[in-house]
Each structure stands twice: as structure tokens, then as C-alpha cells.
């Protein structure tokens, strides 16, 4: 067989001696000693470049001193006039006026018992304005 070709040593992979692996099979190298762990020397690259700042505008923000607004006025910061205030309550018709409206007329609500509802307060949601500007501060739903 003279035309046979001979294994060629690969270049890039280096010869690997038998001490490398271990007796439990041969499948993994051992790790190394501390004889032989070397240090890299620090990286050296290129500097680090920093870009300028990102300008944010901010959002606008509702800032309410009381955060229980309930069907009381109550103290809160206008965001329109930017000052503190007593806010100015208005009782309007909501979800749970209506539903109690609808209530009383499918239980056989008489004489117009059904519009009863609209003429309490404490079925009615809240409006909290500004006195000054009269700026919509906050709604109080009851439902």
C-alpha cells in the first residue's frame, strides 16, 4: 500500500497525553494544580466612553394632600393653579343612582318612587373641584 495516505498531525488541535484524563474512564481531564493556573494580565482596551445625559420632561402628576377624598371637601394641591386648596364638592348621578333607579322601578316602584335616587346625596358620586380655577381634582364613585 504504498499510496495509502499517512494521518497528518492537525496543526490546530495539540497532542493530548494520556496523563491528562483520569482513571475513572477517560472522559474528562483532571483540573489543574496551582503549578498550573496561569494570570491573565489586566485587559487593557479601549477607554470607555460615556454619552451625554438623556434630558426627561417630567409627567403631570395629580398631588392630592388627603388621598381620602370621600364626600367631604378636603385638602389637595390644584395641579392647574399649583396652590393648596379646600376643594369645592358637587353631588352628580353615577352608576349606583342609576342602578337603584333601575332597582326600585323593576320592584314595582309606584308613583314615581323610582326617581327617589336622584334626590339623595348619598347615592350620588362626588365631584372635587378647585375654587379658584375650577379645575376637576378628583371623582368619588360610590360603586
Known amino acids: 500500500?504504498?499510496?495509502?495516505?499517512?494521518?497528518?498531525?492537525?496543526?490546530?488541535?495539540?497532542?493530548?497525553?494520556?496523563?491528562?484524563?483520569?482513571?475513572?474512564?477517560?472522559?474528562?481531564?483532571?483540573?489543574?494544580?496551582?503549578?498550573?493556573?496561569?494570570?491573565?494580565?489586566?485587559?487593557?482596551?479601549?477607554?470607555?466612553?460615556?454619552?451625554?445625559?438623556?434630558?426627561?420632561?417630567?409627567?403631570?402628576?395629580?398631588?392630592?394632600?388627603?388621598?381620602?377624598l370621600l364626600d367631604v371637601p378636603g385638602q389637595a394641591i390644584c395641579p392647574k393653579c399649583n396652590q393648596q386648596v379646600l376643594t369645592d364638592t358637587t353631588p352628580v348621578s353615577g352608576a349606583l343612582t342609576w342602578i337603584s333607579c333601575s332597582l326600585i322601578a323593576f320592584c314595582g316602584g309606584i308613583l314615581g318612587c323610582c326617581c327617589i335616587p336622584f334626590c339623595l346625596n348619598r347615592c350620588k358620586d362626588v365631584r372635587h373641584t378647585c375654587p379658584h380655577c375650577q379645575q376637576l381634582l378628583f371623582i368619588y364613585k360610590r360603586m
Open 1 to 68: 500500500m504504498e499510496g495509502a495516505p499517512s494521518t497528518p498531525a492537525n496543526p490546530q488541535y495539540p497532542p493530548q497525553s494520556v496523563s491528562s484524563y483520569s482513571a475513572q474512564g477517560g472522559l474528562y481531564p483532571t483540573p489543574p494544580t496551582e503549578h498550573q493556573v496561569s494570570v491573565l494580565p489586566p485587559y487593557q482596551g479601549a477607554p470607555i466612553v460615556t454619552a451625554p445625559p438623556v434630558m426627561v420632561q417630567p409627567a403631570v402628576t395629580y398631588n392630592v394632600i388627603n388621598a381620602t
